[in-house]
């Protein structure tokens, strides 16, 4: 059974550091493209991050370049996400998300239905 988990969400107060892992069963990360996403209320679920498995390139949405960092460990079957510097506006459900359709990230993770595979999320809250 496919499943990925994410964990590490949190309060944090503004400026503070947070690390997801996502982490993978029933199926190999080797392979994929792996993204995270958020999703505040009220909002569109946005791309924030995404992993490729074919050449290890990284995608970030400008609203977290320079402050988050993706990683991956295959042999774990877990992606990671590093969040500094954070923002209230960083306050959301975060989400992993496979995209068994390509190794390669797309320069703006879309179109998101080709992410097949998806967590529960994690909540991030940065408040003071």
């Known amino acids: 059974q496919v499943q990925l988990v994410e964990s590490g969400g949190g309060l944090v107060q503004p400026g503070g550091s947070l690390t997801l892992s996502c982490a993978a069963s029933g199926f190999s990360l080797d392979y994929y493209a792996i993204g995270w996403f958020r999703q505040a209320p009220g909002k569109e679920r946005e791309g924030v991050s995404c992993?490729?498995?074919?050449?290890?390139?990284?995608y970030y949405a400008d609203s977290v370049k320079g402050r988050f960092t993706i990683s991956r460990d295959n042999a774990k079957h877990t992606v990671y996400l590093q969040m500094n510097s954070l923002k209230p506006e960083d306050t959301a459900v975060y989400y992993c998300?496979?995209?068994?359709?390509?190794?390669?990230?797309?320069?703006?993770?879309?179109?998101?239905?080709?992410?097949?595979?998806w967590g529960p999320g994690t909540q991030v809250t940065v408040s003071s």
């Open positions: 998300a496979a995209n068994t359709m390509r190794s390669r990230c797309t320069a703006t993770m879309t179109p998101i239905y080709e992410y097949d595979y």
């Open positions: 992993s490729s498995s074919s050449d290890g390139s990284t």
